[in-house]
């Protein structure tokens, strides 16, 4: 069973911080790179940054700097430490495996957790 549950979005002022975690199941997790998307309203939903099973990772250009992406093989959790939060990381995040896990013949998301950034 493909299980992905996002948590850890709030509301936070520019210039703050929030941890993201994703629990996956580890039928999914174990040998796959994982991920963080995001979708703003009104826009399409865009990869944020990536971490190997052996922990490279790697950042949309926007992020870099800021996020920084880690994993838990022991746990099949992924986090995004989010710093320095701008309005425009405005977004609900999402976690899924690079690509996205495909379930009878779709992409299957979790719930994801909202990030909103304003003052």
């Known amino acids: 069973q493909v299980q992905l549950v996002e948590s850890g979005g709030g509301l936070v002022q520019p210039g703050g911080s929030l941890r993201l975690s994703c629990a996956a199941s580890g039928s999914i997790f174990s040998r796959n790179a994982m991920g963080w998307y995001r979708q703003a309203p009104g826009k399409e939903r865009e990869w944020v940054a990536g971490?190997?099973?052996?922990?490279?990772?790697n950042y949309r250009d926007s992020v870099k700097g800021r996020f920084t992406i880690s994993r838990d093989n022991a746990k099949n959790t992924v986090y995004l430490q989010t710093n320095s939060l701008k309005p425009e990381d405005t977004a609900v995040y999402y976690c899924?495996?690079?690509?996205?896990?495909?379930?009878?013949?779709?992409?299957?998301w979790g719930q994801g957790t909202q990030v909103t950034v304003s003052s």
């Open positions: 899924n495996t690079i690509p996205p896990v495909v379930v009878g013949g779709l992409r299957y």
């Open positions: 971490i190997t099973s052996g922990g490279n990772a």
